[in-house]
């Protein structure tokens, strides 16, 4: 079975990192022959070959971009996969492209069509998708949660067409990351002893780190010791600010930017949270669970799907929050990491759906 994987690159982010777990997964597995295409000088692609893995490159610097269509053609034509297995939005448009003009072409120059390929489509966010879209011209979509699979269900697409695969992650890996600690509380210059409740996450407005904020004020009378840490990048930066000074948290509440490794400073942590509106499955979680800490989240998207119920608040509810991140700072509640959630269930699983149409 042969099977391309296409993603365009663009931006690193948990999804992506998604896609080279696949791709090193399935490298090991017999009966596949696994390739990536994705953008020139990308993230990806350079992670992806330092784990061996059979990378076609194309310039990729636009969402629909020409060089891509024309080197993905060719890609498919020299491959010839059974599968295309796309992970964004562009991708997905490309291959069904492609998958039409090319059949047209070979049609108009009296060549036998070659067998079409099967488009899976994986779906990672929970935001609605447009009618007539090409989610709805997918052959199969890899939904990463059942909260997902519902929102495309809603937006008129077939829940026979869709398959729940969690995202899954390697543990040992995660560790090794966390192992070079920054130190962020020397780098805030705070007692080494100080507790943190820690929120890794882009900074817009379905993360809703607003309400995390107001948690923290909520919770600063009842444990003044605690400190929350932000990590992350994004156009609500300002905002976010705004809402720190006005609720007088600014000595507890600290936004520190993009760090890396990210694994190292959720170690630090002591209780890791997540305050999403909407959230697709969020596997950084599934970092902090690998990491043995106690994880407080709201029930948007797929969270109550990898987090405890006893630990999963209402959305948008501030009080709620800040309430179970103290029970669990007082009560740390933490459980072994499950196999389900491990690169390699999800490759086998992703395996498994590929053969079905394959």
Known sequence: ????????????????????????????????????????????????????????????????????????????????????????????????????????????????????????AHRRVDFHVKTGSGWHRADRILAVSEGVKRVLVADGISPRDIVVIHDGIDPDEIKAEADSAPDIRTRLHLPAEAPLAVNVAALVDHKDQRTLVRAAAAARARAPQLHWVIAGEGPLREALQRDITNLGVGDIVHMVGYVDPVDALIRESRVFVMSSKEEGMGSVVLHALALSRPVVATAGGGLPEIVSPEWVVPVGNPEALADSVLKALAHPARRPFEYRFTSKAMAEATLAQYRVLA
């Open 1 to 120: 079975m042969r099977v391309l994987q296409v993603d365009s690159g663009r931006e690193w982010r948990g999804g992506q990192n998604q896609v080279r777990l696949l791709c090193h997964e399935l490298k090991s597995m017999p009966g596949i022959e696994n390739h990536l295409f994705t953008g020139e000088g990308s993230e990806l692609a350079i992670r992806a070959r330092r784990d061996g893995i059979n990378v076609i490159h194309s310039r990729w610097h636009a969402g629909l971009s020409l060089s891509a269509f024309r080197t993905l053609g060719l890609a498919i034509g020299d491959i010839r996969p059974d599968i295309v297995h796309v992970h964004d939005s562009h991708a997905l448009t490309l291959a069904l492209w492609l998958r039409t003009l090319g059949l047209r072409w070979f049609v108009h120059s009296k060549q036998l069509p070659p067998e079409p390929y099967a488009i899976f």
